[in-house]
């Protein structure tokens, strides 16, 4: 079935293409954790439109209820959740995902996330426990991660097929984020064939500074490919005793989510 979803992406066409509705999309798109509040001209530059274009598309979005606009600013309105409501409702991620997620989440005193790829990124789309340490990243369900600099991101290239990992190590974006970040295609490469091995990955201080993060694949019958993960102090993700703890529940965790995929 992935196949075939794969086949019928590729057999589509610029002719089936609305490229007004693209337009559309990249002016969503611009508004992101750095960008929540953009003037015209800024988004304009992010989408690449001339103004003209991009003023009827951000007004059309207004009109709708997804953008608001306070004198000459632009920002997404909570109408936005609705376009994802019907991914997140139809996996049922609420009522079957995250009661798994709380449950092992308990386990180890730290919240589980979950995500999926989405272009060369990973998108979280499930989140659960309760996590009173400080970490200053604050990914919540919609957040995006980086594929190859992040634990859950180099945990879910290694769910993929050999052909697709291949793929998204060869093209997704290197950014360094920290003085630790790996920007070596080979070195993450091999870290991504070493945590298909060994079941999780780990990744110390390259996304952000003093922060690791473990994560396991998940890899369901139907084809569907997730990852789980933890971030935390540095300090406390290193202590070897937590760590195989943390790693033997998120393995755990993610046979049982694969059986909901």
Do not use: W
Not at 54 to 73: D, F, I, N, P
Not at 176 to 189: Q, W
Not at 238 to 253: A, K, P, S
């Amino acid at each position: 079935m992935l196949m075939q979803r794969q086949t019928a992406a590729r057999e589509i066409t610029d002719r089936d293409i609305s490229l007004t509705f693209v337009k559309g999309m990249s002016v969503l798109k611009a508004f992101d954790t750095s960008s929540t509040h953009l003037t015209l001209p800024q988004i304009a530059r992010a989408t690449g439109l001339d103004r003209a274009s991009a003023r009827r598309l951000v007004l059309t979005l207004v009109h709708l209820g997804y953008v608001k606009q306070e004198e000459r600013v632009f920002s997404l309105t909570p109408r936005i959740l609705v376009l994802a409501s019907g991914f997140l409702q139809a996996r049922q991620f609420g009522k079957t995902i995250e009661p798994v997620l709380r449950s092992f989440s308990q386990q180890i005193s730290d919240a589980i996330s979950m995500a999926m790829i989405d272009g060369h990124q990973a998108v979280y789309v499930a989140h659960a426990g309760a996590d009173t340490k400080p970490v200053s990243i604050g990914f919540t369900v919609g957040s995006r991660a980086p594929l190859l600099h992040t634990a859950i991101g180099r945990a879910l290239v290694a769910a993929c097929s050999p052909e697709q990992a291949r793929e998204l190590i060869a093209n997704a974006p290197l950014e360094r984020f920290t003085e630790s970040t790996v920007l070596d295609r080979d070195a993450i490469a091999a870290d991504i064939a070493l945590t298909a091995k060994r079941g999780f990955a780990f990744v110390d201080g390259e996304f952000e500074a003093g922060v690791a993060a473990i994560a396991t694949p998940v890899r369901s019958e139907s084809g569907e490919t997730a990852s789980l993960g933890i971030s935390g102090n540095s300090n406390r993700l290193r202590d070897e005793d937590y760590q195989n703890r943390v790693v033997d529940t998120l393995r755990e965790c993610s046979k049982a989510v694969a059986a909901l995929l």
